[in-house]
């Protein structure tokens, strides 16, 4: 049933003129936060309405705010996570073992380990948590546009890593002279961290790359792409199959009404 003309106007005044008719610029949603705060809005109003809302009052415009917000997230997202696995993953432990002749505890890896994740876990979580908000025609369009864009963020940023890690790889495997070059130049980033009475030189950096970073990037590059693949996903999973569930059990109870 469509939405009633006094429905419409509260609709507009609830979701602070979510069709558009002399929105103000400050309305929209600035970030992620903002634009939950409006899809529990929009949850607490369809809730209270007795007639249906027609989804078309979450306009176009609405649609690519909640794509670009969603995007923008998931990229801040994917890059925290991009810089710190390498760190706490490769570059950190063999760094210690290389250099310092130190071994990486257990305890160490679990630490970095958490670290590494915790981001991209704790964001993924909160947004599935979404799906008790899944229902309701406005609602619903308002979650899937947000979700859409952090995943295509996900989806683009760990294509582009894998394929630039494994061009790195290619280069240092073909172009050994190259990469050499390009280590010398790093050499200033190793005279900073190591202790001041390490010495070391070109060729020690030259091995050490050798032995533990390079042969890393291809199994950075795989872990990379299906980490961002299995978080763009899970939201996802969890709210369209809480929608599946909830359209079914609705149907069941009206098969169940109609022979009663």
């Known amino acids: ?31 992620i936060i903002d634009a939950v705060s409006d899809i529990q809005k929009y949850h607490v109003f369809e809730k209270e309405q007795d007639d249906d809302i027609n989804k078309n009052f979450f306009t176009l415009r609405q649609v ?14 994917s890059l925290v996570f991009v810089i710190i ?23 160490e890896k679990w630490v970095l380990y958490t670290i590494s994740y915790s981001s991209l876990v704790i964001m993924t979580f909160w947004l599935t948590s979404l799906f008790r908000l899944y229902d309701g025609a406005i609602t619903k369009k308002a979650i899937l546009s947000l979700l859409s864009g952090r995943s295509i963020a996900f989806i683009l940023k760990g294509v582009v890593v894998f394929y630039g890690f494994i061009y790195l790889y290619n280069v240092a495997i073909k172009s050994p002279e190259s990469t050499y070059v390009f280590i010398d130049y ?11 009475d390490y010495t070391f030189t070109t060729d020690d950096l030259y091995q050490y790359y050798y032995l533990y970073i390079i042969p890393a990037l291809v199994k950075t590059a795989k872990e ?15 709210i369209v199959g809480k929608g599946v569930y909830v359209t079914f059990k609705r149907k069941q109870s009206e098969v169940q009404y109609e022979e009663y």
């Open 186 to 196: 790093t050499k200033f980033i190793f005279d900073f961290i190591l202790p001041t």
């Open 224 to 238: 990379t792409i299906l980490t961002m693949l299995i978080f763009a996903v899970i939201p996802f999973i969890s």
């Open 85 to 107: 696995l390498p760190f706490f993953q490769t570059i950190y432990p063999s760094y210690k073992h290389f250099f310092l002749h130190q071994q990486f505890t257990n305890l």
């Open 1 to 31: 049933m469509p939405v009633s003309e006094s429905g419409a106007i509260n609709l507009d005044k609830a979701t602070n003129n979510l069709n558009n008719d002399g929105v103000a610029a400050e309305s929209s949603p600035n970030n």
């Open 64 to 77: 690519i705010e909640f794509i670009k917000i969603g995007f923008k997230s998931g990229f801040i997202e």
